[in-house]
């Protein structure tokens, strides 16, 4: 960063020259050169109001389970570090964005209330899985979602429930410097011993056909309409491609998978590879759902 940061951006909680490789679930990239992580939604505000004022651009991370970081980042990266307090209202659960993901799940079975069984095996934080609409086994977050809690991107505080066009498979709008602050999703009450054995459904499926014993970031691919991504790379026999100790899952051809040494220049240059040759064998073009982070050309 070139430019001395304001004095109110500085007063936020912050750590200087964290490794990416920590910060993800790949292990990969630069250093966060900036890593501010507010205890307050007053922090966190401030923040982004600094932010705006300067006409700063910055990045949100969660639990960076669905990253892929090339080089070090300057800009200011928030991180909340908001209480894990998660609260009930019925068979309504609210918690705050930081929250883990799976953790909440699970203090949801733990309660009896049944809707987040879906979210067991989806790692990452609250808010990435809210900004992502995070699903797996016919279930999406926009689903359970009563309300969310939100900076706009000047800075202010809105809380709503969701509407039509604001969710849909993998995607949100709440990108373009909106943070999600919290969540509360509305559940319903279920048998314990019902909701455990779905969670372990869920988790035996995912252990079977998801390579979870190698760093990775999920899949890499969004479905194309009406087809799946992994059922593309294989068919394309892409299986076991590697570029250094970055590979196509031998698995489940849409997880990435590092093998220990894998760069971010490494998993930039396989993802390049695997679309040219589905898009050659196949005529789809791939959309990544990871979202890649670059500074530097
Ligand atoms: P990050 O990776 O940190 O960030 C992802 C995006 O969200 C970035 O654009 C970031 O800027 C933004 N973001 C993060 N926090 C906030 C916030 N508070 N406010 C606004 N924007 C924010 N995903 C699925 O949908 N279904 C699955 O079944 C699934 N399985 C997976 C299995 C494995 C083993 C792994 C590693 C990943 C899997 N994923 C899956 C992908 C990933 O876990 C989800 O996308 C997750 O919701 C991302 O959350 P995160 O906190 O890690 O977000
Ligand atoms: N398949 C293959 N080869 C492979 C992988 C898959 O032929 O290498 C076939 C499978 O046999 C199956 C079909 O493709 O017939 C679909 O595979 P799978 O059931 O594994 O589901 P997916 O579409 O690959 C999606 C989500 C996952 C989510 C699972 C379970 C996307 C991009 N992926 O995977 O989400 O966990 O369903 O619901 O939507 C993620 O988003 O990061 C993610 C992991």
């Known amino acids: 960063m070139t430019r001395p940061l304001p004095d109110d951006l500085l007063k936020v909680p912050h750590r200087r020259d964290?490794?990416?490789?920590?910060?993800?679930?790949?292990?990969?990239?630069?250093?966060?050169?900036?890593?501010?992580?507010?205890?307050?939604?007053?922090?966190?505000?401030?923040f982004v109001r600094a932010c705006a004022r300067e006409g700063l651009?910055?990045?949100?991370?969660?639990?960076?389970?669905?990253?892929?970081?090339?080089?070090?980042?300057?800009?200011?990266?928030?991180?909340?570090?908001?209480?894990?307090?998660v609260q009930r209202d019925g068979t309504r659960i609210t918690a705050p964005a930081s929250h883990g993901h799976i953790a909440l799940a699970e203090a949801a079975a733990a309660a009896g209330l049944s809707g987040l069984e879906f979210a067991s095996g989806i790692p990452g934080s609250l808010g990435g899985a809210i900004r992502m609409n995070a699903g797996a086994y016919g279930r999406e977050w926009v689903d359970v979602l009563a309300r969310y809690r939100f900076i706009t991107p000047d800075g202010e505080l809105v809380?709503?429930?969701?509407?039509?066009?604001?969710?849909?498979?993998?995607?949100?709008?709440?990108?373009?410097?909106?943070?999600?602050?919290?969540?509360?999703?509305?559940?319903?009450?279920?048998?314990?011993?019902?909701?455990?054995?779905?969670?372990?459904?869920?988790?035996?499926?995912?252990?079977?056909s998801q390579p979870l014993s190698k760093r990775n970031a999920g899949c890499i691919f969004k479905n194309p309409p009406g087809q799946s991504a992994g059922r593309l790379i294989d068919q394309a026999g892409l299986k076991g491609l590697r570029v250094g100790d970055a590979e196509v899952s031998p698995e489940h051809?849409?997880?990435?998978?590092?093998?220990?040494?894998?760069t971010a220049a490494e998993f930039a240059e396989l993802m390049e590879q695997v679309r040219t040759r589905v898009r050659e064998r196949h005529g789809v073009e791939l959309e990544p759902e990871v979202e890649i982070w670059r500074e530097h050309p």
Request: net charge positive.
């Open 57 to 85: 651009p910055w990045r949100v991370l969660g639990g960076g389970s669905n990253l892929v970081v090339l080089g070090d980042i300057d800009t200011p990266v928030l991180r909340l570090a908001l209480p894990k307090i």
């Open 18 to 46: 964290v490794p990416f490789a920590r910060l993800t679930t790949l292990g990969v990239g630069g250093l966060c050169r900036w890593l501010f992580e507010p205890t307050t939604e007053g922090e966190a505000q401030a």
């Open 253 to 262: 051809a849409n997880f990435l998978v590092n093998h220990g040494r894998a």
């Open 159 to 208: 809380e709503k429930a969701p509407e039509a066009g604001e969710f849909k498979y993998r995607w949100s709008f709440l990108t373009g410097g909106r943070v999600v602050l919290s969540a509360t999703a509305q559940l319903a009450e279920g048998n314990p011993a019902a909701i455990r054995a779905q969670v372990a459904e869920y988790r035996a499926k995912r252990g079977t």
